[in-house]
Structures are given as C-alpha cells and as structure tokens.
C-alpha cells in the first residue's frame, strides 16, 4: 500500500481514463507516462474496464499505481483487485466499498463532498478524500476546509484543468484528479498529450 501512495505523491495526478479507447489505453498511458505521470485510473463504466486494468497494471504496475475508478459495490472492488488495480475510486462515499477496499489491502480514495462525509470516509479507513465535484467547490472550498482539517489527503477531482491545478495546490491538496481536461479528445495526437501531462504534473511541484 505504501508504493501505491508513493507513487501517487510523486506526481501528484491521477489520470482518469473514462470512455472508449478503443484499445489504446497503453500506448495513452505511456504518452504520459513519459510526461511524467505516475497514476491512473480506469473507471469500471468504461468498455473492457477490467481488461484494461489488468493490460495497465501488468505493463506499468512497477513504475505507478494503476486503479479502478467509479467503483460503487464491494463486489467490484473485488473484481478490480483481481484485475490489478492498487487503489479503488469512487464518486461517493460508501463504508461497504471503503471496508472491502481496506480489506483487500488496496487505497482507497472516496468521493466526498462535504466536512462530515470527509471525517466519516477518514474514519472508516479510506486514505484520502475525493472532492468531487471539484469544479462545484473551487480552490477556496479546500482552502477553508483545510483549517479544521489539515490532516486529511485531499483529491480535487472534476473540471480540473492544469491552471486550476496550481491553485488547488497552492490550497493544500494532495493531488488532483484530471479527465478529460488532460485527456482531450484526440488520441491520435501522442506528443500533445505527453505535453499536457507535463503541464499538470508541474502544477504540483514547487515554484
């Protein structure tokens, strides 16, 4: 569990693949791998999730942490965990998906929106807090939340673009989610991507 957490500290952002990729998601990973990216997730909404996990996890596994995200039931943090993956993201905070997910000795990053699901998700083990959305709470939401809880991991995700990321930091996260603002829609465009990963990934390091 500690590499994993390693490995998400040391980039500071975790990739969310969510849609088709029509089986292109190493070639995708490595782009921005070479950016600079040590984490990504695959949500289990996407075609062939778990075979893209298992692919991922098999090829990058040594070198960053690969997990499973929109995980709702025990039952596919389980199926995840068979897959591979070393950490399980949900959009919600849900205890059962949170005690599966510990049991299994994976991290467990849950969505969370409010002070209250922030200190119940900590206390049922999860090992850091999802904002989500983050675009509905803004920089100055972790910022004050900080405050009463400086402790607490946080991982701004949703409508995080590599500018807001600065600031998100600047407020204390501890690392930030990036879909499709760092993804784009062209995948055919391997350099830009690796470029944009990049971007993110300096976002987080000290000026």
Known sequence: MQETINHIEAGKVVAILRGDFRGREEEIVAAMRAGGLTAVEV?????DALG??????????STMAVGAGTVLTPEEVRQAADAGASF?????????VIETTK???LISLPGCYTPSEIVEAINAGADAAKLFPANALGPGYLKALRGPLPQVRTVPTGGVTAELAREYFAAGAWAIGAGSELLGKNFDDLPA???RTAAFIAAGKPE
């Not at 949500?43 to 075609?47: A, E, F, I």
């Not at 399980?88 to 059962?96: A, E, G, H, M, T």
């Open 52 to 61: 893209a996990i298992r692919r991922l996890a098999n090829r990058f596994g």
């Open 88 to 96: 399980i993201v949900s959009p919600n905070r849900d205890l059962r």
């Open 43 to 47: 949500t289990l909404n996407s075609p």
């Open 193 to 195: 991507l690796q470029t």
């Open 103 to 105: 049991q299994l000795n």
